[in-house]
């Protein structure tokens, strides 16, 4: 069973409006969270991160937002850019677990002009 | 030049064959990690290691082994191909903090 599950395996977005990507996850022991953004062609590249005594970062156009209670985080992007089009990938580890990471399915997201 | 390079890039191959992929990294890192990516499925752990003498299985080990010749190298093999096996397979490296760094992965088709 999936530990980490991104339910929209696609979205497509107008250049300019908000991207929002979720993420759900089942292991309460999950402490931190990251978003991997992929090309391709290309390996996945670190985007952004949150640890769970935050429920929000932010690093330019990109948010973060934990909700603990909910076991749920998302990915905002404002305004979406069409160089944002990618397979996002979200992905949780447990503390004291040697750096581990649980990865959920992606969301290929399309930015369109 | 790349952190982390991969080799071959792609490969087709048949049922049986043993096959090796390869893994090099100049980021100084401890750990490394083999994962596999299939549609629908995001990276899943093939196998990790955090020194040179330490190697763990991960989520998906079956069929697979590794080594880890020296700090910078880590080797993935498929002792004998299965067409199940055709995925993408990614290297990773980390530093035992928070991120890790992924290598621009290779394409696997067992036929």
């Known amino acids: 069973d999936q530990q980490v599950k991104q339910n929209s395996p696609s979205l497509s977005v107008q250049e300019g409006r908000i991207s929002i990507l979720n993420c759900d996850y089942t292991?309460?022991?999950?402490?931190?969270f990251l978003w991997y953004k992929k090309y391709p062609a290309e390996g996945p590249t670190f985007l952004i991160s949150?640890?769970?005594?935050?429920d929000k970062n932010e690093d330019g156009r990109f948010t973060v937002f934990l909700n603990k209670s909910a076991k749920h985080l998302s990915l905002h992007i404002v305004p979406s850019q069409p160089g944002d089009s990618a397979v996002y990938f979200c992905?949780?580890?447990?503390?004291?677990?040697?750096?581990?990471?649980?990865f959920g399915g992606g969301t290929r997201l399309m930015v369109k002009p | 030049d790349a952190d982390v390079t991969q080799t071959p890039r792609n490969r087709i191959t048949k049922t049986g064959k043993r096959i090796m992929l390869e893994c090099s990294q100049t980021k100084g890192h401890d750990r490394m990690y083999w994962y596999r990516q299939d549609p629908g499925l995001g990276l899943r752990l093939i196998y990790y290691?955090?020194?040179?003498?330490?190697?763990n299985k991960g989520e998906i080990s079956d069929g697979y082994s590794v080594s880890r010749q020296a700090q910078a190298k880590f080797s993935l093999s498929l002792e004998s191909a299965i067409p199940n096996q055709t995925a993408l397979y990614f290297c990773a490296t980390g530093d035992g903090n928070n991120e890790q760094f992924f290598g621009p992965g290779t394409r696997l088709t067992v036929l």
């Open positions: 292991n309460s022991m999950f402490d931190y």
């Open positions: 992905a949780a580890r447990v503390n004291n677990a040697g750096n581990m990471l649980t």
């Open positions: 290691s955090f020194d040179v003498k330490d190697i």
């Open positions: 949150i640890s769970s005594i935050k």
